[in-house]
């Protein structure tokens, strides 16, 4: 349940790989969640606007980092009446929730310093890019705080999908791949049907609906056969589309044979578009992620001390006291309150000195971050619109690149585009990040142009982030396994003494900013059922 590069079309899978795919897959505002039929479409804990009535009692939280759970902690706390102070150690808010547009300068651990050269209008989401419509706290946050959403394409039937190891090489249109699949397995189920192979399974009345509907579903014709027709045609492209006048008449394409669709194994990015997460409509907030940033900065920015790095943080039977550093001006400084909230990641607390029980300072230790690529790449025009007909979407591969995210804004225009040319995990990303910024980036430009040759004429510049060497998250979120959840979870979010925990790591939607923000309003919950109770 994170937001994990795209899966890869693995293509001649071996069965070692497969056992590693299995291993790793297991794993509305309040205006839509009202529209939801029945809650079905609740898929986070969020019901609706938090309620901290009576008051604070005069009571003070310091919140460490100003990531999307730091600052909705703020919010909330605030407008119950709580004094409320914010330590960020970046110069900006946002944390993860963060846009890179032209002129942006980034530096990660062991000094390597890119400057974005985008064109105006021009961005890149290093990190979260898109919002599932479940994520019913997170769009709440946006329509208060006045963030304009926009429709996010995830699956584009007309991108591609990509192996060096199928069709000697050539991308295929994801529909071409998707209709011929569901083709075969229908004429397959049909043969099955009609040879009383599933008299045990169907009742005479249900194995007609079955025939019907495959015969739908499958695009068959009247022998419930997947061939060359218009029927097919209509989902796996023409090999002539329909025009007018006369040279109008449309020419249908050859299906491919269910072999080779089966042995490309491309039938498995199918799948990759079906979970909750990925169905439409999935949202971005218009212009980047930054602009939940921003919003949130409106809301909530004057509490906000950035530039601010914790080193320590120590409580007592009174209260918490934090030390940090003015990253600026390296000035040592102090703060202290009643109460505690920290959000900084796990990867980057382990190091930070703190007096909690065993249990507690034993979980902030057990979540391994995961390690994570993306590349952004401009270029002189958006090819993949003039010459391709992508609108937006993704194209999936088994190159290192992992997939190839075409922009769900501006289509049409002219001049530079931006795509996201890498989203890429495990070891290529360590691979990956061994090398200098600029060689990751001829390295995006050399494995995409396997795809779209266009790159090497148009390429322009790029930008890279490397997760596991962004200082402020050393990864890209943290990888819960079934037992460290079974001993650790529980103690993670226990509130201890005066201390607390929240963010995407505190949470069973780890890798999404609903995961921060449902974890953020759990904490704040039950820190104020607490003052209540004296
Ligand atoms: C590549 C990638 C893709 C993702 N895709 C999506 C997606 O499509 N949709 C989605 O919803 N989510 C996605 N996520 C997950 C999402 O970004 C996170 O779940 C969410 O932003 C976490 O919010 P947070 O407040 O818990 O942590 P953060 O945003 O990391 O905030 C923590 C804050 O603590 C600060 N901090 C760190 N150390 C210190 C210190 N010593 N002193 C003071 N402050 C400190 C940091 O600077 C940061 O501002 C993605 C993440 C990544 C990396």
């Not at 980092?65 to 703020?74: D, E, I, L, P």
């Not at 330590?87 to 963060?98: F, I, K, M, S």
């Not at 739908?216 to 989902?235: F, H, I, K, P, Q």
């Not at 995990?425 to 090398?435: D, N, V």
Request: net charge neutral; aromatic share 8%.
């Amino acid at each position: 349940m994170t937001d994990t590069p795209q899966f890869a079309p693995g293509f001649a899978m071996n069965k070692r790989e497969l056992l590693s795919l299995i291993g790793k897959s297991a794993g509305a505002g309040a205006m839509l969640m009202a529209m939801a039929p029945l809650n079905q479409a609740h898929a986070s804990t969020f019901t609706g606007p938090i309620k901290l009535d009576g008051g604070a009692k005069g009571k003070s939280v310091l919140v460490l980092g100003a990531g999307v759970a730091g600052m909705v902690a703020a919010l909330e706390l605030s407008r119950a009446g709580y004094e409320v102070k914010v330590l960020e150690y970046n110069p900006r808010v946002g944390g993860r929730a963060w846009t890179i547009k032209g002129g942006d300068t980034f530096t990660e651990l062991g000094g390597a310093t890119q400057t974005c050269e985008f064109a105006e209008g021009n961005y890149i989401n290093p990190g979260p890019w898109r919002i599932p419509t479940e994520h019913g706290g997170l769009i709440h946050y946006c329509q208060e705080l006045g963030v304009a959403l926009e429709p996010f394409q995830q699956n584009n039937y007309n991108a591609y999908l990509h192996s060096t190891s199928a069709f000697g090489g050539q991308p295929q249109r994801y529909k071409t791949i998707q209709a011929d699949y569901y083709g075969h397995v229908s004429e397959l189920l049909a043969k099955a049907v009609n040879q009383n192979a599933l008299n045990d399974a169907v009742t005479a009345e249900d194995a007609e609906i079955l025939l019907e509907s495959l015969r739908s579903w499958g695009a068959l014709d009247s022998n419930m056969r997947y061939v060359r027709s218009a029927e097919s045609a209509r989902r796996r492209g023409w090999s002539k589309g329909p025009g007018g006048g006369l040279t109008a008449e449309p020419i249908p394409s050859d299906p491919l044979d269910i072999s080779t669709v089966l042995k490309s194994g491309m039938w498995r990015n199918i799948g990759t578009h079906l979970s909750n997460e990925h169905q439409h409509a999935i949202f971005q907030p218009v212009g980047g992620m930054g602009q939940i940033a921003a919003g949130f900065d409106r809301a909530v920015g004057h509490l906000i001390r950035l530039n601010s790095k914790v080193t320590a943080i120590s409580q007592d039977d009174s209260g918490v006291t934090v030390d940090y550093m003015d990253t600026r001006t390296e000035e040592r400084l102090s703060a202290r309150a009643d109460y505690c909230i920290c959000t900084i990641p796990l990867s980057v607390l382990a190091q930070i000195p703190l007096n909690v029980n065993a249990p507690l300072a034993a979980a902030i230790k057990a979540v391994p971050y995961r390690p994570s690529v993306k590349i952004g790449l401009e270029f002189k025009r958006r090819f993949w619109e003039q010459d391709e007909q992508i609108f937006g979407g993704i194209t999936s591969t088994n190159l290192p690149i992992s997939q190839i995210s075409y922009p769900s804004y501006g289509y049409g225009s002219r001049g530079p585009g931006v795509l996201l040319g890498a989203y890429t995990g495990g070891a290529m990303s360590y691979e990956l990040t061994g090398q200098s910024p600029a060689q990751r980036v001829q390295r995006a430009v050399d494995w995409g142009a396997q795809i779209h040759p266009q790159y090497r004429e148009e390429f322009m510049n790029g930008i890279s982030v490397g997760w596991h060497r962004v200082p402020w998250t050393l990864g890209c979120f943290g990888m819960w396994s079934e037992e460290s959840r079974a001993t650790h979870y529980r103690n993670l979010c226990e509130i201890d003494g005066r201390f607390m925990v929240a963010g995407e790591h505190a949470s069973y939607i780890g890798g999404w900013i609903e995961g921060a923000i449902t974890s953020s309003l759990d904490v704040i919950e039950r820190l104020h059922q607490r003052v209540q109770a004296g």
